[in-house]
T-cell receptor
Framework: GNSVTQMEGPVTLSEEAFLTINCTYT??????LFWYVQYPGEGLQLLLK?????DKGSNKGFEATYRKETTSFHLEKGSVQVSDSAVYFC?????????????FGKGTKLSVKP | EAQVTQNPRYLITVTGKKLTVTCSQN?????MSWYRQDPGLGLRQIYY???????DKGDVPEGYKVSRKEKRNFPLILESPSPNQTSLYFC???????????FGDGTRLSIL
């Protein structure tokens, strides 16, 4: 079926630390993959996306590579800032079934301390 | 500015009192969706719409209704709200069914 699994949080890092948030998806179809970020009190914002295998999405220093062989789309950033504190959601388009739907992971809360 | 606007942002009400959460987008998007966000469960789709007068159920449609009479608006209706519908609700729109979605800022509903 369709699912996305993210590492559970919360994740607490010091400023300038390296960040990895793991995300894996079920190997059904050829999904597009997304990372969304939700800052406190706000809606979700698209952070980056990748539409096919080996694509790398990048934005604001964050990167994620679409790995078909490992069905993964891990989010990375080399040096986090306090302003990166937010909840991060991995998502995929569904295989078959309903259109206009994204399948979301449960979210990973990141806290960055100065 | 491209945006998805939800109203109200916050609402506290009582069981059984009908309520409507409005959603409007100014990007001429075909697809619109409603999600609810609950701790430990992430986001789950309630209903979606592929175009005017075309709607379909998502993963958790029970207790909700929607309509799409105009392209820009997609209201969420709770005919008889119950406490288990207390949640944070998001409206989203996209150009296509497999495109990235644009989200509103959310509506926090508390049903007492």
């Amino acid at each position: 079926g369709n699912s996305v699994t993210q590492m559970e949080g919360p994740v607490t890092l010091s400023e300038e630390a390296f960040l990895t948030i793991n995300c894996t998806y079920t190997a059904t179809g050829y999904p597009s993959l997304f990372w969304y970020v939700q800052y406190p009190g706000e809606g979700l914002q698209l952070l980056l996306k990748a539409t096919k295998a080996d694509d790398k999405g990048s934005n604001k220093g964050f990167e994620a590579t679409y790995r078909k062989e490992t069905t993964s789309f891990h989010l990375e950033k080399g040096s986090v800032q306090v302003s990166d504190s937010a909840v991060y959601f991995c998502a995929r388009t569904p295989y078959g079934g309903s259109q206009g739907n994204l399948i979301f992971g449960k979210g990973t809360k990141l806290s960055v301390k100065p | 500015e491209a945006q998805v606007t939800q109203n109200p942002r916050y609402l506290i009400t009582v069981t059984g009192k009908k309520l409507t959460v409005t959603c409007s987008q100014n990007m001429n998007h075909e697809y619109m969706s409603w999600y609810r966000q609950d701790p430990g469960l992430g986001l789950r789709q309630i209903y979606y719409s592929m175009n005017v007068e075309v709607t379909d159920k998502g993963d958790v449609p029970e207790g909700y209704k929607v309509s799409r009479k105009e392209k820009r608006n997609f209201p969420l209706i709770l005919e008889s709200p119950s406490p288990n519908q207390t949640s944070l609700y998001f409206c989203a729109s996209s150009r296509g069914g497999l495109e990235a979605q644009h989200f509103g800022d959310g509506t926090r509903l508390s049903i007492l």
